[in-house]
């Protein structure tokens, strides 16, 4: 348990000191422009999306599942929310029912994935799949493939509103990320999370309600995406049948260059803010400097494996392997 | 008693015109029915078929999305079976239905391609959107746009693309890089940044443009969610008298964008013409009438002047006359 505390504050140590590297390279090579307050802001924000994406993603990564559905919630609550409150549309809820309802379905789409997954025994990889093309499907056919347009003035605001000089969309993600690292640390949830990603049978005989949990996870894992998805609404001001299509590769990325492990037990919201950040730095960055898109796209596959590969052997190091174990065990 | 005899006669003169004279079949295959684009192709080969007056019967096929490709080649086959007098058909896949086409082609069926070009087989004519075309067009009004601002013409132009490897979209690009540089020789197009079709990946890119390079005066977005993305960030910065902004395609938050002068111009395709025109060049052909090997569908340039008078265009629905 020690040894995976060290290697998870080791891991966002590189990261932050991978972070700083690249954008002290970027603020020299766009003469300033990266560096500037205006820019500073825009990357926030345009990583606050698949930020809050991403913490979703987190938890259920740190179970040892995956969740292929993110990106089609991310569409379904935005759609929601959009047919809910639109002024042109049959209903012309408010604004907060709308958020309330958006996020409801968002919910339900969670615990159908939990029971899928849990009581099921449905692998999560092949669950969420099947989800994420059936969500898509219900976003097409409640909107009938179209746009919906007419949403309240007071959401397509919050894409521009500003607190302290910082975007409300970024805000949102940071308050949101300093909730989560609370909660995991500090609270019951947490620590079922973590036990239940170690060894689920341990957790069980330890006296953990694993159906609960898994309920609880999935369910919070879709609120996050919910919540990506009325943040992306706002910044379209429409509902868009296609939103957020293609959102969970950028998440899965995310939290994997966090120092997350696909098989369960490790990672954290803080590693995953970071592996975010570091997404949107080399697209960010990319643009400002006219690197070529093609490039660009190499580069980002690139450090996923990097970050990974990295990950692995400094904790081997760590263990007292050599670097030639590691490539014998792999 | 005399409107029951009126009424019979009006009878045996329908029956008379429906026995008498023939009634063609013209199949209309679409690519996919769950989008707009396709939807108001299907209004124009209606309303072609409405126009002839009883002489041709429009059937309308089609898979539910674009990426069924197997699905619209066992349509086609279903249909070829059917024996159609001719058959209109935008195809998915510019070469897998070539041998069933082909055939059809040889017992005789019309075939009228639309949209999308078929390679290896016969066929009358070929309907489609030069985009390369409209990509110039919105290189002329993103200069007149620059004049009428009285901006110079020199500076950097954001090229933003929905995806990469697009024969639409690389035509769109290409035409607009093209005649940029014949009539604005001063005016840099930057590198394009592909979004992957998404709008808030859009925005980021136009935002990031914006910060890079302090002398973009314009940018040109080659489809409609790029458009949205681009709009997105001028409503917000309050831009709109510095950058001039020109996207393709037409959806409600596009013109929602050209209203507020957010985008300049909008370049759009004209759906229902490639239906109405498609069926009836098949109605043609059928005839023994000669055809153009292919057919330029043209673009529509909608500015927000012209808006009001455009609703035609920008809403093909509007234009239903069954």
Not at chain 2, 175 to 184: C, P, Q, S, V
Not at chain 2, 194 to 213: F, K, Q, V
Request: net charge neutral; charged share 15%; glycine share 10%.
């Amino acid at each position: 348990m020690a040894g995976k505390r060290e290697r998870k504050a080791f891991a966002e140590r590189n990261l932050l000191i991978i972070l700083v590297v690249m954008w002290v390279f970027l603020a020299i090579a766009t003469k300033g422009n990266f560096s500037s307050w205006a820019n500073i802001t825009n990357l926030i924000r345009q990583s606050s999306i698949n930020g809050v994406v991403a913490i979703g993603m987190t938890l259920i990564i740190i179970t040892g599942g995956i969740d292929l559905s993110v990106g089609s919630i991310v569409g379904l609550s935005g759609m929601i929310y959009a047919i809910m409150t639109s002024t042109r549309g049959d209903f012309k809820l408010s604004s907060f029912w709308g958020i309330i309802i958006a996020l409801a379905v968002g919910a339900l789409v969670g615990l159908i994935n939990a029971v899928a997954i849990h009581d099921g025994k449905v692998p999560a990889f092949i669950a969420t799949l099947g989800m994420m093309t059936l969500v898509r499907g219900i976003v097409m056919y409640v909107s009938s493939g179209r746009m919906v347009t007419g949403v309240p003035t007071e959401y397509r605001q919050f894409a521009v509103d500003e607190f302290l000089g910082i975007p409300a969309l970024a805000w949102t993600w940071i308050i949101l990320a300093l909730v989560m690292i609370f909660v995991l640390k500090y609270t019951k949830f947490g620590r079922n999370l973590y036990a239940i990603g170690s060894n689920e049978e341990a957790a069980r005989l330890s006296g953990i309600n694993i159906r609960f949990n898994m309920y609880a996870f999935y369910i919070v894992a879709a609120l996050f995406s919910g919540v990506a998805g009325l943040m992306l609404g706002t910044r379209m001001a429409a509902g868009v049948p296609t939103g957020g299509q293609g959102y969970e590769l950028d998440a899965i990325a995310s939290v994997v260059i966090g120092g997350a492990s696909l098989s369960g037990g490790v990672g954290t919201i803080l590693g995953t803010a970071l592996g975010a950040l570091i997404i949107q730095t080399i697209r960010n960055g990319g643009n400002l400097l006219g690197v070529d898109p093609f490039i660009m796209q190499i580069i980002i596959g690139a450090i996923i494996i990097l970050a990974v590969f990295f990950d692995q052997f400094i904790k081997s190091r760590k263990k007292g392997e050599g670097l030639k174990k590691l490539f014998k065990r792999a | 008693m005399r409107k029951v005899l009126v009424l019979l006669a009006m009878a045996s003169i329908l029956l008379g015109a429906t026995l008498g004279f023939a009634v063609y079949n013209i199949a209309f295959i679409v690519k996919a029915t769950d989008s707009d684009f396709w939807q108001y192709t299907i209004v124009g080969g209606k309303n072609a078929e409405h126009d002839l007056q009883g002489l041709a019967k429009v059937t309308v096929y089609g898979p539910p999305s674009e990426a069924d490709i197997d699905l619209q080649v066992s349509i086609l086959e279903n249909v070829v079976n059917t024996k159609p007098d001719a058959i209109v058909i935008s195809s998915t896949s510019s070469e897998a239905p070539s041998l069933i086409l082909d055939a059809a082609y040889k017992q005789g069926i019309k075939i009228v391609l639309i949209d999308n070009f078929v390679y290896d087989t016969g066929y009358n004519s070929f309907l489609a959107t030069n985009n390369a075309v409209g990509g110039a067009h919105a290189a002329d009004k993103l200069v007149e746009a620059l004049k009428a601002n009285g901006t110079a013409l020199k500076g950097k132009v954001g090229l933003i693309s929905a995806m990469a490897g697009v024969q639409v979209l690389t035509d769109r690009d290409a035409g607009f890089t093209n005649r940029l540089k014949e009539i604005a020789p001063d005016l840099q197009v930057l590198p394009t940044i592909y979004t992957n079709n998404d709008i808030s990946r859009s925005a980021n890119a136009a935002e990031d443009l914006l910060i890079a390079h302090s002398d973009l005066v314009g940018f040109f977005a080659d489809n409609n969610h790029t458009g949205i993305g681009v709009a997105r960030v001028i409503e917000q910065r309050g831009l709109e008298n510095k950058i001039m902004a020109v996207a393709y395609d037409s959806d409600p938050l596009e013109i929602e964008a050209l209203d507020s002068g957010a985008l300049k111009a909008l370049i759009v395709q004209d759906p229902h013409g490639m239906g109405y025109k498609g069926v009836m060049f098949a109605f043609m052909a059928i005839n023994g009438e000669p055809l153009p090997a292919y057919l330029d569908t043209g673009v529509y340039v909608i500015t927000k002047d012209i808006l009001e008078d455009s609703m035609m265009i920008l809403d093909p629905f509007s234009r239903k006359k069954y």
